[in-house]
C-alpha cells in the first residue's frame, strides 16, 4: 500500500501546471445546473462567515479551510488521468475560467495569478490543464472569450457550455463587489482536496470501487432512515416503514430516462425547507448557517437536532414519516420533475421556470401542499405557485435583475413560509398580493433605476432570457390566433434545426449611420428585445445579412410572431384579427423598419408581456 498516496492540494496545487486527462471509456461530464449553483452558494456562504467589510485581499489568508472532497489520479505520460473527480476538476477549471475572465476586465491584479490554473505556456502555445482532445476547443473557445457552437458535438461539450453559462449568470462580480478579489484569492488558497494517487491504472480503480462500494460510508439518506427507524420496535410497523421507504427512495433514484443516486437527497432538501425551515442565515458578513442552509448540507442531522419542533423521535410519528408524509412529497416531487421536463397541460409554468433554470422551484412548489391534500388540489396549488413564480422571473430578468441561486435564496425563504400549507383560495390570495406589493414591473423598477423590457437589450447575460421571452411570446401569438402551442418545440435544443435569434436589423452600420449617431447606439438599437425575432437556425443564417426589405418576404413563411411584421399575416386570418382586435394590440405590417417602427414594436411587445404575464393567471390556474 506504500505506492498509494494521498496529498492535501489547494485549488492552486491541484490546477497549477497540471495536465489532467481521462479515459475514453470514462463517462461524459455530467454536472447539472443545480450542482453548479450548490457548488457556488456553499462556496459564497463559507467566504461570507469570515468576510468583514473593509477586508483586503492579503486578510483572506487567515480564513478558514473548505474541504471539496477527493480525487483518484494514476500518471501516465506525463498527465494525471483522473479515475474519479472529472466532475469537479471540470467544473473548478470553468469556474476559474469565468472568474479569470472578470478579473482581467476589471484589470485586477489577481488575474495574472488564475491564469496558470487554466493553462501553461507550451514553447508558445497554450496547453490547457484540462488536456482532453475532444473538448479543448471548447475549453479555449471560453478562455478567449469566443463563441462556440455545440451542435453536433458530444454530450461533454454541451453540458460544458451550459455549465459555463450557469456560472456566469450567478453574476459572482455583482454579487462579490469590493469582495471579488478576495474571494479569488481565497478560492485558490484556502479551498482544496485529497488528491490520491495510484502507482498505476489497476490499482487506481481498486481504490475507485473500495471507496464506492465495500467501503462507501452511509448516505445522509441512509442516515435519516436510520434515525426514523429506531423508535419503531414493533416488527410489522419496522418492516412496513423500511419497505415503504425503500419503495420511495428508488422511485426517487430511477425516476425518469436516467437514474441518480442524489434525487433522493434533493428530494429531501426540498420537502424539509418547503415545509420545516424557519430561520437563514442573516445578509451579512459573518452570518453562521441556519435551518434554510443546514437543511441543504446535513439534513439529516438537521432534523435529528430539531425534533420536537417536528414531532420525530418517537415511533408513532416517525412511522407517519416514513409512510405518509414523504412518499406524499416524494410523488408531489417526481410530479414537479416531469412537468420541468414534459410540457404538460395545466402545469405549463413548471416547464416554463424550468427552462429559465430557477433551481428552488421544487422546493417553493412543496411548501403550500399538506399531506391531506387530494391529487387536483395539488396539482392546482403547484400550477398557481408555478404561474406566480414564472411572472417574477421575467418581471425581474427583463429589468435585468439577477435571478440566481444565491441571489434568491433569501426571498424563497421568505416566499416558502408565507404560502407553507396554504389552502388554495389562501395560497391565490398571498401569491397575487405578494405581486401587487414587488416593485419590478414589465414597464419598469423605479427604486433600481431601470427602464423594463422597452430597454432590454441582447448580451451575453440576457440571452437566455430573452430567448425565453421570444419564444413565448410568439406562442402566445399563435395559439391566441387558433393555432397550436409550439413553446416547446421553439426551445428544444436538441432538434436538428433549432430556433435562433434573429436580428431584424443586420449588422451592417453604414446602412444606419443616417439614424444612429454611433456605432455603440447602433448597436442598442439592434440588439434590443423588440427588433428579435425567432427563426429556424438554418434562415436565421441565410437571411441574416439581407436588408429588412429583403427579409421580410421570408418572414412571412415562418412563425406569426415574425410573419406580423409583413402584410402577408393579415390577409385570411380572421383569427389573429379577432386576437389583436379584442386585446387592442397595435399589431400591423411595415414596409421598412427603422427606429420609429421599432418604438412602436417595443410597445407592442410591452403590451404582450403584460397579457401573458398578467398575475389573473394565478388564479385562473387554480380554476383550471
Known amino acids: ?10 485549488v492552486t496545487q491541484l490546477l497549477q501546471s497540471r495536465s489532467f486527462a481521462i479515459d475514453e471509456y470514462q463517462r461524459e461530464y455530467k454536472w447539472e ?8 452558494s456553499d462556496l459564497l456562504a463559507r467566504f461570507w462567515g469570515e468576510y468583514r467589510e473593509g477586508h483586503l485581499p492579503k486578510d483572506v489568508s487567515s480564513y478558514g479551510e473548505y474541504f471539496l472532497g477527493s480525487i483518484i489520479v494514476t500518471e501516465r505520460g506525463g498527465k494525471s488521468y483522473l479515475v474519479d473527480g472529472q466532475q469537479r476538476v471540470t467544473s473548478l477549471t470553468l469556474l476559474m475560467i469565468h472568474l479569470y475572465r472578470i478579473a482581467r476586465a476589471k484589470e485586477l491584479n489577481v488575474s495574472a495569478t488564475i491564469e496558470p490554473l487554466i493553462f501553461s505556456d507550451n514553447f508558445g502555445e497554450q496547453q490547457f490543464n484540462l488536456d482532453i482532445k475532444e473538448r479543448v476547443p471548447v475549453i479555449r473557445a471560453l478562455f478567449n472569450g469566443e463563441a462556440y457552437k455545440a451542435e453536433g458535438k458530444d454530450e461533454s461539450i454541451s453540458n460544458i457550455l451550459a455549465r459555463y453559462d450557469d456560472i456566469e449568470s450567478l453574476d459572482l462580480a455583482g454579487e462579490l463587489g469590493d469582495a471579488l478579489q478576495g474571494f479569488i484569492y481565497w478560492l485558490m488558497n484556502n479551498v482544496g482536496l485529497i488528491e490520491i494517487e495510484a502507482a498505476n491504472d489497476s490499482q487506481a480503480y481498486g481504490i475507485f470501487e473500495t471507496m464506492n462500494d465495500r467501503g462507501k460510508p452511509l448516505s445522509p439518506v ?8 429506531a423508535p419503531i420496535t414493533d416488527e410489522d410497523l419496522r418492516n412496513r416503514a423500511n419497505s415503504t421507504w425503500r419503495k420511495t427512495v428508488l422511485g426517487l433514484v430511477s425516476w425518469g430516462e436516467e437514474p441518480d443516486a442524489e434525487r433522493d437527497a434533493a428530494a429531501m432538501k426540498a420537502w424539509l425547507r418547503a415545509q420545516y425551515a424557519n430561520s437563514v442565515r442573516e445578509r451579512k458578513a459573518g452570518s453562521v448557517d441556519r435551518d434554510w442552509e443546514l437543511i441543504g448540507t446535513t439534513f439529516h442531522r438537521w432534523i435529528r437536532d430539531n425534533e420536537s419542533r417536528i414531532g420525530t423521535g418517537v415511533a408513532q410519528r416517525n412511522y407517519e414519516v416514513m409512510t405518509e408524509e414523504l412518499p406524499f412529497f416524494a410523488n408531489a416531487y ?10 404538460t397541460p395545466g402545469l405549463e409554468a413548471v416547464f416554463y ?11 417553493v412548489l412543496l411548501a403550500a401542499l399538506d399531506p391531506s391534500d387530494d391529487q387536483t388540489t395539488v396539482r392546482k396549488k ?5 404561474t406566480f413564480l414564472d411572472i417574477w422571473l421575467m418581471r425581474r430578468t427583463t429589468n435585468n435583475i439577477r435571478v440566481g441561486y444565491s441571489t434568491t435564496s433569501y426571498t424563497m425563504f421568505l416566499l416558502v413560509k408565507e404560502i407553507r400549507r396554504n389552502t388554495l383560495p389562501e395560497l391565490v390570495d398571498a401569491l397575487t398580493t405578494r405581486l401587487a406589493e414587488s416593485d419590478p414591473a414589465f414597464e419598469g423598477s423605479e427604486s433600481r433605476g431601470r427602464q423594463g423590457i422597452r430597454d432590454l437589450r441582447l448580451n451575453q447575460a440576457t440571452r437566455r432570457y430573452i430567448f425565453h421571452l421570444l419564444a ?5 401569438v399563435e395559439t391566441s390566433s387558433g393555432k397550436p402551442d409550439l413553446f416547446d418545440k421553439y426551445v428544444d435544443r436538441k432538434v436538428k434545426n433549432p430556433s435562433d435569434i434573429e436580428h431584424i436589423w443586420a449588422d451592417k452600420f453604414e446602412r444606419y449611420e443616417a439614424e444612429c449617431t454611433s456605432p455603440q447606439d447602433f448597436d442598442d438599437w439592434r440588439n434590443n428585445a423588440a427588433g428579435l425575432l425567432l427563426l429556424p437556425a438554418d434562415v436565421n443564417r441565410s437571411y441574416q445579412a439581407k436588408t429588412f426589405e429583403e427579409k421580410a418576404p421570408h418572414y412571412a413563411k415562418q412563425n406569426l410572431y415574425a410573419a406580423s411584421l409583413t402584410s402577408a399575416a393579415y390577409a385570411h386570418q380572421p383569427q389573429f384579427e379577432s386576437f389583436r382586435t379584442s386585446e387592442q394590440l397595435n399589431f400591423h405590417p411595415y414596409e421598412v423598419f427603422g427606429k420609429d417602427e421599432q418604438v412602436e414594436r417595443r410597445e407592442l411587445l410591452l403590451d404582450l408581456a403584460n397579457k401573458i404575464w398578467s398575475p389573473n393567471r394565478i388564479a385562473d390556474a387554480a380554476d383550471e
Open 334 to 343: 417526481q410530479l414537479i420533475l416531469h412537468a420541468s421536463t414534459h410540457y
Open 1 to 10: 500500500m506504500s505506492s498509494i498516496t494521498p496529498h492535501y492540494r489547494s
Open 382 to 386: 403547484i400550477a398557481a405557485t408555478a
Open 472 to 476: 413565448r411570446v410568439t406562442s402566445f
Open 222 to 229: 441512509d442516515m435519516l432512515k436510520a434515525y426514523l427507524l
Open 33 to 40: 445546473r443545480r450542482h453548479i449553483e450548490e457548488l457556488v
Open 353 to 363: 421556470n424550468a427552462h429559465n433554470d430557477f433551481t428552488w422551484q421544487s422546493t
